[in-house]
């Protein structure tokens, strides 16, 4: 295939203007697709094989390879609709041992929340940190909100979330409550901004998040502040939530990827087993 660079240019180009996909998912698109080429990586049958064998030989990652593999595959496909080449390829996923990411238990959030915020830089991590458990929302997603994008009133905020797609999550009496104090504290639009009203960075946030787990002996959970919604979405569940309506809440297209929350909680699946037991049921009778 002849201005193959090219022809990958004019995939981002239409990605962005026409499907309108974020600038990060962009870069994402080339950095899986340069990594693909280093890796022996080239739209043929062999080829899309090569690449997988190639990477998993140099030591990366199963996950890193699937990650690569979903944005290659995007390219390919439309290398296909294009009639850039003459049938479908695929990178082959690599299969990923399946193991059950730990979060906050409930008393170790509930001591996280009972911390009493000495100045104004822990009380914006506590109101980001009450927020997130409160609704689910990605931790990106809270530090681009707005204020025009909380209604106090109806307990709702409209969260621009993956994919420019645009959802409305509720929120609690307790949490609304949190965020009126803490919109007082500032005029910025943005609702967690530095104190010059900029977006705050990740990076600075999570140190800040850190320093707030050692103080109330708390260790970190994987994933940080995603550790989060999970704990949120298992909440959720074993507070009798419904699973669609908790797809709805954290935005995810696929309700597959919803129920991997459901799978992963074993004190959840002991709890219902010991009310739904069939031997439990025999003795019963």
């Given amino acids: 295939m002849t201005n193959l660079s090219e022809i990958f240019e004019t995939f981002l180009r239409e990605k962005k ?53 979903r944005s290659v595959n995007s390219f390919l496909s439309w290398l296909l609709a294009n009639g850039h080449i003459p049938k479908a390829l695929k990178v082959p996923k690599v299969k990923q041992p399946k193991r059950i990411i730990p979060t906050y238990t409930p008393e170790e959030a509930d001591r996280i929340m009972r911390h ?6 822990e009380w914006r991590v506590m109101t980001i940190l009450a927020l ?49 104090r803490w919109l007082q504290s500032h005029k910025f639009d943005l609702v967690f901004p530095t104190i010059a009203g900029r977006k705050l960075r990740y990076d600075n946030l999570r140190a800040d998040f850190l320093d707030l787990l050692g103080q109330v002996g708390v260790a970190k959970s994987e994933g940080a502040f995603h550790a989060f919604r999970r704990f949120a979405a298992r909440q959720y569940l074993r507070n009798g939530g419904n699973v669609r309506h908790l797809q709805l809440l954290l935005g995810h297209s696929d309700i597959q990827t919803t129920t991997k929350y459901l799978d992963d909680d074993r004190e959840m699946l002991q709890r219902e087993h010991a009310r739904l037991s069939p031997l439990e049921s025999l003795k019963k009778r």
């Fill in 17 to 69: 203007y026409i499907s309108g996909v974020t600038d990060k998912t962009i870069r994402t698109y080339r950095d899986s697709w340069k990594a693909f080429l280093r890796y022996g990586g080239e739209p043929t049958e062999s080829g899309v094989k090569a690449f997988v064998i190639t990477a998993g030989e140099r030591g990366v990652t199963p996950g890193a390879i699937n990650t690569f593999a």
């Fill in 132 to 180: 997130l458990i409160d609704s689910g929302i990605r931790i990106n997603e809270a530090l681009i909100l707005t204020r025009d994008r909380i209604d106090l009133d109806n307990l709702s905020i409209r969260v621009a979330g993956k994919g420019q797609k645009e959802r409305v999550v509720p929120f609690s009496f307790e949490c609304r409550k949190l965020l009126y």
């Fill in 116 to 121: 009493k915020p000495a100045n104004l830089t």
